[in-house]
C-alpha cells in the first residue's frame, strides 16, 4: 500500500491539493484524478481512501494497521465502495444504482463513505447520467474519487460537478522512485524505469526474466577495465537464450538513446544516465554512443532475418566498449552483425 506523502514527489501537485484538503477535513465531494497511464491515478485515488477511513491517521499518512486500514486493504470495509470497469471493459448502469445505493446508507465505521470509480470514462453516458443526481447531491459525507486516462470522454456535467486534479506524466526520477518503492531493487530501478516508467507489474516481470542480472553482467562487460575475452564470454553468454539477449540488447538501445539525448541537452528527468554501466563510455567518447545507436538501428531493422544474437551482441558492446578501433564498417547483407 503506498502512503499519501510517498506520492508527493511524483504528483506534487494533486497530492498536495488532497494532502491539504485530507488534513483539514474540508474535502471536495467528488474528485477527477485525470492523467496519462503512468501517472497512475488509482495508486493515489488509493492512497486517499485509506488515509480516509483510517482510524489511527499519522497526519495525511494512513496507519495501515488499525481496523479500518486492515478492512480497506482486504477489500473489506462497509464504507469503501470500488466500482470498475467488467469484464467487457464498461461500467454499465446497474453498478452505479448499486453504488449509489449503497452510498444512501449512513457510513458504518468511518467518517466518510469513499466511493471510487476506476476508469470511470468507461462509464457509458447512461451510467454517467445515473451518476449525475448522486454526484449533485451527494449524501452525508459521501466522497467521490473517479480515475481517468481519458478526462473528455466524462459527461461535462459530471466533469463540472468534480473538483479535476490532473496528473503529471511521470519523470524518470519519479518513475525510478516509484519502482523503488515497490521493492524493484535500486540498481534495475532506474534503467527499468526507462523501459516501463512506473509500471510495476511489468518491471517485475522483467526482473521474472533476469533483468537485474543482466544489468549487472552489462556493467561489468562495459567497465573500463574488462578485457575483449570477457566481453566476448558475457555476449556468449547472453546471446544462448532468445529472451535475455532481446531484454540485454533493449537495456543498450534504451540506455544509448537516454546518454544521446542527455548529450544534446534533453532534460536530465526525462532520460536516465546511469552512472554505472553507460558511463564512462558515454561521457568521453560520444562517438561510440553514435556508432553504436546506428548499429542497433539496422539490428532492429534486421530482426525478422533472424540475426545472430551472440555476433549481434559482440559487435555492440564492443563498439560501445572501445574495442573496435575505427567506426566498423556498416552491415550489409550477411556480414557477420547483420
Ligand atoms: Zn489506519
Not at 485515488?45 to 485509506?50: D, T
Not at 482486504?74 to 470497469?85: A, I, K, M, N, T
Not at 469513499?114 to 470511470?120: E, N, T
Amino acid at each position: 500500500m503506498t502512503r499519501l506523502s510517498d506520492l508527493s514527489a511524483q504528483q506534487p501537485h494533486a497530492t498536495q491539493a488532497l494532502a491539504t484538503a485530507v488534513r483539514s477535513g474540508r474535502l471536495h465531494h467528488a474528485y477527477i484524478l485525470a492523467g496519462p497511464p503512468e501517472a497512475n491515478a488509482d495508486r493515489l485515488a488509493l492512497a486517499v481512501a485509506q488515509s480516509l477511513v483510517c482510524q489511527s491517521r499519522s497526519d495525511v499518512d494512513a496507519c495501515e494497521t488499525c481496523p479500518g486500514c486492515r478492512k480497506l486493504l482486504s477489500g473489506s470495509h462497509p464504507d469503501f465502495l470500488r466500482v470498475e470497469p467488467d469484464d467487457k471493459g464498461n461500467i454499465a448502469i446497474d453498478a452505479i444504482r448499486l453504488l449509489t445505493g449503497r452510498l444512501a446508507l449512513k457510513a458504518a465505521e468511518s467518517p466518510h463513505k469513499v466511493a471510487y470509480l476506476r476508469d470511470a470514462d468507461q462509464m457509458n453516458p447512461a451510467a454517467q447520467n445515473a451518476l449525475l443526481k448522486t454526484l449533485e447531491e451527494p449524501p452525508g459525507s459521501s466522497i467521490f474519487l473517479l480515475t481517468t486516462t481519458r478526462w473528455r470522454s466524462l459527461l461535462p456535467t459530471v466533469r463540472s460537478r468534480s473538483l479535476t486534479l490532473r496528473l503529471a506524466p511521470l519523470t524518470r526520477q519519479g518513475a525510478t522512485q516509484a519502482l523503488i518503492q515497490a521493492g524493484i531493487p535500486e540498481q534495475s530501478a532506474q534503467p527499468l524505469a526507462a523501459l516501463v516508467g512506473s509500471d510495476v507489474e511489468r518491471a517485475q516481470a522483467m526482473l521474472a526474466n533476469g533483468a537485474d542480472e543482466i544489468i549487472v553482467t552489462l556493467t561489468g562487460a562495459l567497465a573500463p577495465t574488462a578485457t575483449i575475452d570477457a566481453i566476448l564470454k558475457v555476449a556468449a553468454d547472453l546471446g544462448a537464450e532468445r529472451e535475455r539477449a532481446d531484454l540485454a540488447l533493449t537495456l543498450l538501445e534504451v540506455g544509448v538513446r537516454d546518454a544521446l539525448a542527455a548529450r544534446h541537452g534533453a532534460n536530465t528527468d526525462q532520460v536516465y544516465v546511469s552512472p554505472l554501466w553507460l558511463a564512462p563510455h558515454a561521457e568521453h567518447f560520444p562517438e561510440r554512443l553514435v556508432a553504436t545507436g546506428r548499429r542497433l538501428q539496422q539490428l532492429r531493422r534486421a530482426k525478422a532475418m533472424n540475426p545472430n544474437r551472440t555476433l549481434s551482441l559482440e559487435g555492440i558492446l564492443l563498439l560501445l566498449a572501445g574495442k573496435l578501433g575505427a567506426e566498423p564498417s556498416l552491415p550489409t547483407g550477411s556480414s557477420r552483425f547483420a
